[in-house]
C-alpha cells in the first residue's frame, strides 16, 4: 500500500474532531468538496470506512475512532517540536493555555508572572479560572494548576507553591448571635456558607483533623458558591460561617472584620502543582513559565 499522506491524516484529525465537513473545511481554509474528496481518497486508500455521514453530523466508525486516537497525540508531537525548532533561531515565543482555579490565579500564578512575563513580550497566555478538574490534553490545554493530592499519576508535576489549609472564619456579629462552635460537629447547628465542587457537582464537606482524627462535615446555610472571594465577603456580611484558604482571609482575621474558630483543627494540604504531558517541556516558551512558576522554598 502507498504511504499515507500526512496532510490526509491532518485533515481528517480536524473532520473527527468538530464532527462536520462544513466546519472543518472553514477552520482548514480549504473549499468542503476538496476536502470530502481528500477523506474518500484516505478511505479508498486504507480500503475502510472512516466516517459516517448524515444530514445532521459527522461521526467516526470503529475504525475511525481508532485512527483518530493514535494519530492525535503523534500530529501533536510533530507540531510541538517544529514550534520548539522555530524557536531555536528567536527569543521564546507561542501561546501558552493553562487551567486554573481563582485561588491558585491570585496566590500563586499571578504573582509569579507578572514582573516575569514583561521581559518576554512574545509570550502570550490565555488563562481559564474555574475550580473544574479538566483533562488538559483533550481540552487543548498546554498546563493545569491543581493541589498535589489532585494531579494524574502520569503527568510531569512540579510544585508552585507551599502547603495551604483552609480556615472557618465568620463576623463578630455572627457569633453574638449564633454563639461559637468549640468542635467541628457543632457546625451542623450552624448557618454555613457552602463551596460547590464544578466537577463532582456536589457540595464540599469540610474536612477537619486533629490529633489523627480525621473528620468531614457537611454544612447547611443560605448560600452556595463556587468561588472563595464570594464565600468571604458574605462571611463578612454576617450570612454565616464560611471555610475559605487562610492567605487570602488573613487580613480580614488581622483587622477584625472576620473571627477565625477552630484553628487546631484546620489541616495543611499539599500546595499547588504544575502539571503537564511530557511533549511540553522542550518548548522554550514554556520551559519559561515552568521556571518562573518553580517553588523554591
Not at 205 to 226: D, I
Not at 251 to 275: C, E, K, M, N
Request: aromatic share 10%; glycine share 6%.
Amino acid at each position: 500500500m502507498p504511504k499515507t499522506d500526512l496532510n490526509q491524516l491532518t485533515w481528517f484529525q480536524v473532520v473527527a474532531e468538530e464532527r462536520s465537513f462544513t466546519k472543518a473545511a472553514a477552520k482548514l481554509g480549504v473549499a468542503q468538496s476538496t476536502l470530502s474528496h481528500t477523506i474518500k481518497q484516505l478511505e479508498e486508500r486504507m480500503g475502510l470506512r472512516l466516517l459516517t455521514r448524515t444530514t445532521r453530523n459527522v461521526a467516526t466508525t470503529v475504525a475511525g475512532e481508532r485512527l483518530l486516537q493514535t494519530i492525535t497525540p503523534r500530529i501533536a508531537e510533530i507540531e510541538d517540536e517544529i514550534a520548539a525548532l522555530t524557536a531555536l533561531r528567536e527569543k521564546p515565543s507561542g501561546s501558552i493555555r493553562l487551567t486554573l482555579s481563582d485561588h491558585a490565579f491570585e496566590s500563586v500564578v499571578w504573582p509569579k508572572l507578572k514582573p516575569v512575563l514583561k521581559a518576554y513580550p512574545d509570550i502570550s497566555i490565555e488563562m481559564i479560572l474555574d475550580s473544574t478538574f479538566r483533562n488538559i490534553v483533550e481540552e487543548g490545554f498546554d498546563a493545569g494548576v491543581r493541589l498535589g493530592e489532585s494531579v494524574e499519576k502520569d503527568m510531569i508535576a512540579v510544585r508552585i507553591g507551599e502547603d495551604w489549609r483552609l480556615v472557618a472564619v465568620a463576623s463578630h456579629g455572627y457569633f453574638d448571635a449564633h454563639g461559637v462552635p468549640e468542635h467541628p460537629q457543632d457546625l451542623v447547628r450552624h448557618i454555613c456558607i457552602n463551596m460547590r465542587h464544578e466537577t463532582a457537582g456536589g457540595l464540599y464537606a469540610w474536612e477537619f483533623e486533629k490529633g489523627g482524627q480525621a473528620l468531614r462535615v457537611r454544612v447547611n446555610g443560605q448560600f452556595t458558591f463556587n468561588n472563595s472571594y464570594a464565600m468571604i465577603d458574605a462571611a463578612v456580611n454576617g450570612y454565616g460561617i464560611a471555610y475559605v484558604p487562610e492567605d487570602i482571609v488573613k487580613r480580614h482575621i488581622a483587622s477584625g472584620v472576620l473571627v477565625q474558630v477552630l484553628d487546631d483543627w484546620s489541616p495543611f494540604f499539599d500546595g499547588y502543582f504544575l502539571y503537564y504531558p511530557s511533549r511540553r517541556q522542550n518548548l522554550p516558551a514554556f520551559k519559561v513559565i515552568v521556571d518562573a512558576l518553580r517553588h523554591r522554598p
